[in-house]
């Protein structure tokens, strides 16, 4: 145990679904074996958030807990086994916990607890509590080394706007999946929600040229925009979906056969045509990753075309690591005049919450700070 830590810490506890959160003053947690202890200078705030803790959505977690779901902080402890982490170090604290002995139990940090009976057991029994304070107890697996200097330093980046590594993340570890390659061309249905974006910018930057599939020709344009402002010389197409399944393919196919697909359809439009068009204008042998609520993938074209077909939730860790090496030889633009982000303290998380549903997107971003000076 250290001795250096506070034996109080502010968090903010949520006591039960649909009440308000309640910035109170808390033990502080303590290393053990298999964990650090971060203190956390960014806190990410998603879009939905709000909606998960009013009830709106249908997330099940224990209550009372501390809420969050990721961070950016430094060490300030660690447990006896651990061999790398350090006090001191940045990290990235992730979301996805798994449980060491079982592959089939994982869970979504403060967020979700899962479906399994180990996940929920593993929730409310040994990591409940979220981000959303001055200190986060973390598996030693979830906290990822980020170089300081480098991105800080010499790359300029905010400890606040890396935060927005953990929106990407989520489409990341479907491109990675399939094992997108620069050259290659993808196409992102729908691309113009909040993920679906995020992939968009996320294929560009590895070198893909990208066609990008949603409803409304205003929100396309401004997808391009978009990336392209943070990207110069990106690749990236636009097909309107207008629920002609053949007609839509078509268009699609006007710009040759794709080699990918990246479906995150909400569970809104889980019965939308758009999937079996994408399908439809891929190569022989193309990939599909499935990340969304698409019902509707029914097509000939599977079987005759040896398609894969790959579901993912979330990412590995591996995912996690080979991104931040990305992210540290700049390949992703998160400079000051690139980035949007919209920094509130803890007794304004509602404020956070609401400007998150709102402001989200390519270069946006909105953290907690537990602290008054980070």
């Known amino acids: 145990m250290d001795t250096t830590l506070p034996p109080q810490h502010r ?24 964990s650090a202890i971060v203190r956390v200078i960014a806190a990410g705030v998603l879009p939905y958030h709000r909606d998960v803790y009013d009830g709106k959505r249908p997330n099940s977690f224990p209550t009372p807990l501390v809420g969050g779901f990721g961070a950016i902080g430094h060490v300030a402890a660690v447990g006896f086994d651990a061999t790398v982490l350090k006090p001191g170090q940045l990290v990235y604290v992730d979301c996805v916990i798994r449980a060491r002995d079982d592959p089939y139990s994982f869970f979504l ?11 929920k057991k593993l929730m409310r029994d040994a990591w409940r509590n979220g981000t959303f304070a001055e200190y986060v107890k973390a598996p030693l697996e979830n906290c990822i080394l980020l170089d300081q200097t480098r991105l800080c330093d010499n790359l300029g980046y905010s400890v606040h706007d890396l935060m927005y590594m953990a929106y990407l993340l ?8 399939i094992k997108l390659e620069a050259g290659e061309t993808i196409i992102v249905c729908p691309a113009t929600g909040f993920y679906g974006s995020l992939g968009v910018q996320l294929a560009v930057a590895i070198g893909a040229r990208v066609i990008a599939m949603g409803r409304s020709e205003e929100k396309l344009a401004k997808l391009v925009e978009d990336v392209g402002g943070r990207s110069p010389g990106a690749n990236i197409e636009t097909v309107i979906i207008t629920g002609d399944e053949d007609k839509d393919a078509g268009a699609l196919r006007a710009f040759g056969a794709a080699d990918a697909v990246l479906d995150i359809t909400p569970a809104a439009a889980s019965m939308s045509t758009h999937t079996k068009s994408a399908i439809k204008a891929l190569r022989r042998g193309g990939r599909v990753s499935l990340m969304g ?11 005759v075309n040896n398609i894969t077909l790959k579901g993912k939730m979330m990412y590995e860790r591996e995912a996690i690591v080979h991104f931040v090496k990305m992210l540290e030889r700049g390949l992703f633009p998160l400079g000051k005049n690139l980035m949007d982000t919209k920094v509130f303290p803890l007794e304004n998380w509602k404020v956070a919450f609401d400007t ?17 000076s980070s």
Not at 360 to 370: D, E, F, H, Q, R
Request: net charge negative.
């Open 170 to 177: 989520v489409p990341f570890g479907g491109i990675r999946d």
């Open 356 to 372: 998150s549903a709102e402001h989200n997107g390519v270069g946006k971003c909105v953290t907690l700070a537990p602290w008054p």
């Open 109 to 119: 940090t403060a967020i979700y607890e899962g479906s399994s009976h180990g996940s």
């Open 11 to 34: 968090a903010l506890v949520l006591e039960n679904p649909g009440s308000e959160f309640q910035v109170k003053s808390l033990p502080t947690p303590q290393p053990d074996f298999g």
């Open 293 to 303: 609520s698409t019902e509707n993938i029914a097509v000939p074209e599977i079987m």
